[in-house]
T-cell receptor, first 116, second 111 residues
Framework: GAGVSQSPRYKVAKRGQDVALRCDPI?????LFWYQQALGQGPEFLTY????????KSGLPSDRFFAERPEGSVSTLKIQRTQQEDSAVYLC??????????????FGPGTRLTVL | QKEVEQNSGPLSVPEGAIASLNCTYS??????FFWYRQYSGKSPELIMS????GDKEDGRFTAQLNKASQYVSLLIRDSQPSDSATYLC???????????FGKGTHLIIQP
């Protein structure tokens, strides 16, 4: 079946603009994760959803970052008043189970955000 | 704060040799351990997962876990140029919480 998809693949924003990044998880996957990957670094956890419930948002770097998954499927990560330090690749991952040890996370292709 | 440490490399290995990648982690309650491969400009792809002490083999790949030493490694046998990539070590605690990744080791297989 289809994997995790993300859109747009590339986004250029002027400093101060709001952006919205979309993630379509694998159909039927309960868990959805957002990560931020800066150049030359490993991905860093941002937030986690189990169905429509946001169970962990401890990794969101500031209150300018907001994520939702209203129907338990598609998720949107919104960044308000973008700053240059927000430039990174934003990865979405999904896994089949909820709160199951070691459940495999499958990653989407990512959205590369560049803030000028 | 959970930390995962990897040597960033680059690690250069001749084609056909064994590549050995290492990772240490700080959180003793970590239960699940993963190796992801990431080609430049691409997303991470799961190579191996391991949950119990010892070795786990899958084709040319062997993951090794030592929870007492808080150490996990990945061996790649008969290295191929297509194995050249960044290898990310990732760790999680109990439950489907977010993964904590290392910075990755850049592996180069020399033809």
């Amino acid at each position: 079946g289809a994997g995790v998809s993300q859109s747009p693949r590339y986004k250029v924003a002027k400093r101060g603009q709001d952006v919205a990044l979309r993630c379509d998880p694998i159909s039927g996957h309960v868990s959805l994760f957002w990560y931020q990957q800066a150049l030359g670094q490993g991905p860093e956890f941002l937030t986690y959803f189990q169905n429509e419930a946001q169970l962990d948002k401890s990794g969101l770097p500031s209150d300018r970052f907001f994520a939702e998954r209203p129907e338990g499927s598609v998720s949107t990560l919104k960044i308000q008043r973008t700053q240059q330090e927000d430039s990174a690749v934003y990865l979405c991952a999904s896994s089949l189970q909820g709160r199951t040890r070691g459940d495999t996370q499958y990653f989407g292709p990512g959205t590369r955000l560049t803030v000028l | 704060q959970k930390e995962v440490e990897q040597n960033s490399g680059p690690l250069s290995v001749p084609e056909g040799a064994i590549a050995s990648l290492n990772c240490t982690y700080s959180d003793r309650v970590s239960q699940s351990f993963f190796w992801y491969r990431q080609y430049s400009g691409k997303s991470p792809e799961l190579i191996m997962s391991i949950y119990s002490n010892g070795d786990k083999e899958d084709g040319r790949f062997t993951a090794q876990l030592n929870k007492a030493s808080q150490y996990v490694s990945l061996l790649i046998r008969d290295s191929q140029p297509s194995d050249s990539a960044t290898y990310l070590c990732a760790v999680s605690g109990g439950g489907a919480d977010g993964l904590t990744f290392g910075k990755g080791t850049h592996l180069i297989i020399q033809p």
